[in-house]
Protein backbone atom coordinates (compact mmCIF):
# COMPACT_ATOMS: atom_id res chain seq x y z
CA UNK A 1 0.00 0.00 0.00
CA UNK A 2 1.32 3.65 -1.16
CA UNK A 3 -0.01 6.66 -0.21
CA UNK A 4 0.65 9.93 -2.32
CA UNK A 5 0.39 13.50 -1.42
CA UNK A 6 0.80 16.13 -3.91
CA UNK A 7 1.87 19.85 -2.93
CA UNK A 8 3.19 22.80 -4.98
CA UNK A 9 0.29 23.78 -6.83
CA UNK A 10 -0.38 27.07 -7.34
CA UNK A 11 -1.67 30.22 -9.68
CA UNK A 12 1.20 31.66 -11.87
CA UNK A 13 1.02 33.82 -15.31
CA UNK A 14 2.07 32.04 -18.33
CA UNK A 15 5.66 32.33 -18.71
CA UNK A 16 6.01 31.59 -14.53
CA UNK A 17 7.53 28.04 -13.29
CA UNK A 18 5.98 25.88 -10.74
CA UNK A 19 7.20 22.66 -8.86
CA UNK A 20 5.14 20.06 -7.90
CA UNK A 21 6.44 17.66 -5.13
CA UNK A 22 4.51 14.26 -4.43
CA UNK A 23 5.22 12.67 -0.54
CA UNK A 24 4.77 8.95 -1.05
CA UNK A 25 4.25 6.56 2.49
CA UNK A 26 5.94 3.27 2.71
CA UNK A 27 8.95 1.46 2.83
CA UNK A 28 8.81 0.24 -0.89
CA UNK A 29 8.72 3.87 -2.72
CA UNK A 30 11.85 2.68 -4.81
CA UNK A 31 9.98 -0.29 -6.28
CA UNK A 32 7.64 1.61 -7.75
CA UNK A 33 7.46 3.60 -11.69
CA UNK A 34 6.19 7.30 -10.67
CA UNK A 35 4.51 9.84 -12.82
CA UNK A 36 2.75 12.68 -13.23
CA UNK A 37 -0.76 13.12 -15.08
CA UNK A 38 -3.53 16.03 -15.41
CA UNK A 39 -6.72 16.76 -16.14
CA UNK A 40 -8.59 19.71 -16.88
CA UNK A 41 -12.14 20.47 -16.62
CA UNK A 42 -14.30 18.42 -19.13
CA UNK A 43 -11.23 16.72 -20.38
CA UNK A 44 -10.32 13.08 -19.82
CA UNK A 45 -6.51 12.63 -17.06
CA UNK A 46 -3.91 12.70 -19.25
CA UNK A 47 0.07 11.26 -19.12
CA UNK A 48 2.60 14.03 -18.35
CA UNK A 49 5.62 12.58 -17.54
CA UNK A 50 6.98 9.27 -15.62
CA UNK A 51 10.42 8.08 -13.87
CA UNK A 52 11.75 4.43 -13.50
CA UNK A 53 12.30 2.91 -9.99
CA UNK A 54 16.25 3.77 -10.42
CA UNK A 55 15.40 7.79 -11.76
CA UNK A 56 17.78 6.85 -14.64
CA UNK A 57 14.82 6.20 -17.26
CA UNK A 58 12.02 9.10 -17.74
CA UNK A 59 9.26 9.20 -20.48
CA UNK A 60 7.74 12.98 -20.75
CA UNK A 61 4.52 13.57 -22.92
CA UNK A 62 5.52 16.07 -26.07
CA UNK A 63 2.79 18.85 -25.20
CA UNK A 64 5.19 19.48 -21.89
CA UNK A 65 8.83 18.14 -23.59
CA UNK A 66 11.23 20.75 -22.74
CA UNK A 67 9.70 22.57 -20.54
CA UNK A 68 8.46 20.01 -17.76
CA UNK A 69 11.35 17.81 -16.03
CA UNK A 70 10.40 14.92 -13.87
CA UNK A 71 12.85 13.70 -10.91
CA UNK A 72 12.80 11.46 -7.80
CA UNK A 73 15.12 11.16 -4.74
CA UNK A 74 14.34 7.08 -3.30
CA UNK A 75 15.88 8.29 0.14
CA UNK A 76 13.10 10.86 0.70
CA UNK A 77 10.35 9.14 -1.03
CA UNK A 78 9.36 11.71 -3.27
CA UNK A 79 8.92 12.56 -7.01
CA UNK A 80 8.89 16.36 -8.37
CA UNK A 81 7.54 17.69 -11.40
CA UNK A 82 9.62 20.69 -12.45
CA UNK A 83 7.58 23.31 -14.90
CA UNK A 84 8.67 25.99 -16.56
CA UNK A 85 7.35 28.07 -19.48
CA UNK A 86 3.97 27.46 -17.83
CA UNK A 87 1.02 27.81 -20.67
CA UNK A 88 -2.91 28.70 -19.87
CA UNK A 89 -3.65 25.01 -21.45
CA UNK A 90 -1.08 23.38 -19.16
CA UNK A 91 -3.39 24.61 -16.22
CA UNK A 92 -5.15 21.58 -14.64
CA UNK A 93 -5.27 19.21 -11.53
CA UNK A 94 -1.88 17.27 -11.40
CA UNK A 95 -1.80 13.86 -9.81
CA UNK A 96 0.89 11.92 -8.75
CA UNK A 97 0.75 8.03 -9.60
CA UNK A 98 2.71 5.39 -8.44
CA UNK A 99 2.37 1.68 -10.47
CA UNK A 100 4.35 -1.70 -10.16
CA UNK A 101 4.35 -3.13 -13.94
CA UNK A 102 7.05 -2.78 -16.01
CA UNK A 103 8.59 0.13 -18.35
CA UNK A 104 7.10 3.38 -18.34
CA UNK A 105 3.36 3.17 -19.18
CA UNK A 106 1.41 6.61 -19.96
CA UNK A 107 -2.30 4.55 -19.05
CA UNK A 108 -4.40 5.78 -16.48
CA UNK A 109 -4.91 2.24 -15.56
CA UNK A 110 -1.18 1.16 -15.52
CA UNK A 111 -0.97 2.43 -12.41
CA UNK A 112 -1.67 1.33 -8.64
CA UNK A 113 -2.07 4.27 -6.24
CA UNK A 114 -2.94 8.06 -6.86
CA UNK A 115 -2.75 11.50 -4.67
CA UNK A 116 -5.57 13.72 -4.29
CA UNK A 117 -4.11 16.22 -6.90
CA UNK A 118 -3.10 19.48 -6.40
CA UNK A 119 -4.21 22.21 -8.67
CA UNK A 120 -2.22 24.34 -11.51
CA UNK A 121 -3.50 27.46 -12.74
CA UNK A 122 -1.78 29.77 -15.58
CA UNK A 123 -3.24 33.02 -16.58
CA UNK A 124 -2.53 34.64 -19.75
Known amino acids: QVQLVESGGGSVQAGGSLRLACAAS????????MAWFRQAPEKEREFVAAISRSGTTVSIADSVKGRFTISRENAKNTVALQMHNLRPEDAAVYYCAAGSGLGLPIRVHDYDYWGQGTQVTVSS
Open 26 to 33: GRTFSQYT
